[in-house]
């Protein structure tokens, strides 16, 4: 690796981190603006335990000075504070059970639709304007245009309570077979549908007609250099697919009942736990920003004639 590589790599980090501390520092202070409390909803709270509790989690101080104690925490000493509603538990240990669910969750789904998408986008490619080409788009067409949660509510009616083939809890054993799919087959059907256009694209390169010219095996030229190249929009796109799912799909995880980090955001939210706010949108910032920059260093991987600059 280059010098000039090793300095964008470099800078990349340099503008993750500034990029992660901009979305801390506005989730930070649009979090406390909005009208309410955590203990607010707290029954039969007098003034005074109310301003116990405050002072006990130190949100009686001035918001400058939690926003830097705040700060301070995270980078000395990687401490996201104590959860304001599941008592005794710190927001590391929620966020780390939901995320492992989570990661289960994601990771599976995303390599299903990473593998289906890449075959059924290249079979679509190279029988273009065929049957199995016009299948294969319209079901992908379906499948982006029908939101998560109509999908989810589908799979559940058919396979959980007509069928009775699988759990509807995802609790359950094999109960995140159902939210995988929910959550694979959009992203599936891009990734079909990029990789059909980016084939047919290297497929019409003067290179590809020069390596048939030569007499290169059909097998040789499909797999060694038309979908190698084909590979590069996907990867755009596969990155921050990748950490998004692996947090965990909100509407998914309600629907199947899946305990995984989504769930954890959307009751952070509703309670005001402020600290497990922070916690999760630091979490999904970090993850989508990493996988960013992972996908562009991969470029180079993919494709040798990319400079990283």
């Known amino acids: 690796m280059n010098s000039k590589s090793l300095f964008y790599i470099l800078k990349r980090i340099l503008l993750a981190i500034l990029t992660v501390w901009i ?4 989730t930070f202070f649009v979090s406390r603006a909005v009208p309410g409390g955590p203990f607010a909803s707290e029954k039969a709270i007098t003034p005074a335990t109310k301003a116990a509790l405050e002072a006990k989690y130190g949100l009686d101080k001035p918001l400058m ?11 000395t000493e990687f401490d996201f504070g104590p959860s304001l509603k599941n008592r005794g538990r710190d927001v590391i240990d929620v966020i780390g059970d939901g995320l492992e669910t989570s990661a ?3 990771l599976s789904a995303a390599a299903i639709a990473l593998v289906v ?12 304007n065929k049957l199995i080409d016009r299948i294969v788009m319209v079901f992908t067409t379906a499948c ?11 799979l559940l009616i058919l396979f959980a309570i007509t069928w009775h083939i699988l759990p509807a809890n995802g609790n359950a054993d094999g109960g995140l077979i159902l939210p995988i799919i929910t959550l694979s087959l959009s992203p599936m059907a891009n990734i079909t549908r990029l990789t059909r256009s980016s084939m047919l694209d290297v497929l019409g390169q003067d290179y590809i007609r020069t ?5 290169v095996s059909g097998v040789k030229i499909i797999f060694g250099h038309a979908l190698k190249n084909a590979l590069i929009p996907v990867i755009t796109y ?15 995880e309600k629907i199947f009942a899946v305990p995984g980090i989504g769930r954890t955001f959307v009751s952070s939210i509703t309670d005001r736990d402020y600290p497990m706010i922070m ?13 960013n920059m992972v996908s562009d260093i991969l470029y180079k991987v993919v494709d040798p004639r990319i400079t990283l600059e």
């Not at 979305?23 to 506005?26: A, E, F, K, L, M």
């Not at 596969?238 to 998914?252: D, K």
Request: charge should be positive; hydrophobic fraction near 55%; aromatic fraction near 6%.
């Open 117 to 128: 998408g890449v075959v059924l986008g290249a079979v679509a490619a190279l029988r273009r």
């Open 65 to 75: 000075e939690q926003y830097t104690t705040y700060l301070s925490d995270i980078v």
């Open 238 to 252: 596969f990155g921050p697919m990748l950490a998004y799912i692996v947090t965990g799909s909100l509407v998914v």
């Open 279 to 291: 916690g999760t949108t630091i979490v999904l910032a970090s993850l989508i920003v990493i996988m």
């Open 23 to 26: 979305v801390v520092t506005i």
């Open 144 to 154: 982006i245009s029908m939101p998560s949660f109509i999908m989810g509510t589908l």
């Open 104 to 106: 289960q969750l994601g």
């Open 211 to 215: 390596a048939k010219a030569k007499g």
